[in-house]
């Protein structure tokens, strides 16, 4: 996807809603 996401994704990775419960449970 090109857009105003090209930039924020080379440095910040697209994190859903289960990837914070996953992260939250391993932590």
């Known amino acids: ?3 105003m996401f090209s930039h924020s ?4 990775p ?3 809603e ?3 419960e ?3 449970g391993f932590r």
């Open 18 to 20: 289960e990837d914070l």
């Open 14 to 16: 697209v994190i859903t």
């Open 9 to 12: 994704r080379s440095w910040a």
């Open 22 to 24: 996953l992260r939250l």
């Open 1 to 3: 996807g090109r857009g």
